[in-house]
Nanobody
């Protein structure tokens, strides 16, 4: 099982970015697909999670209305569209997969990709 996130970069407040996550070695529709982020000195924070049960997508309050997560199971891809970015969105972003239901606990996700850095600064 492999996941690899990409698409990070340096942007200004209010800008948009689209992160992509390439997956392989498992059937995406049988796993919960999560996006997490982490800043230095802090633990990983859940951003979004797509349920494996019915495809519902859940968002953290901090990003609700600005971020949109999606998956293309046949293409083994997951995406995180980030709009109206704020400086507090600055973090390393990770995609992850879990056999269980959606959760905000990173310990429940067994498979992780390398992160991609998003920097929001004026």
């Amino acid at each position: 099982v492999q996941l690899q996130a990409s698409g990070g970069g340096s942007v200004q407040p209010g800008d948009s970015l689209r992160l992509a996550c390439v997956t392989s070695g498992f059937e995406m529709d049988r796993y919960a697909i999560g996006w997490f982020r982490q800043v230095p000195g802090k633990g990983r924070e859940g951003v979004s999670c797509r349920s494996r049960r019915d495809g519902s997508i859940f968002y953290a309050e901090a990003v609700k209305g600005r971020f949109t997560a999606s998956t293309e199971n046949k293409e083994n891809m997951a995406y995180l569209e980030m709009n109206k970015l704020k400086p507090e969105d600055t973090a390393v972003y990770f995609c992850a997969a879990a056999r269980g239901l959606c959760t905000w606990n990173p310990d429940d996700f067994r498979y992780w990709g390398q992160g991609t850095l998003v920097t929001v600064s004026s």
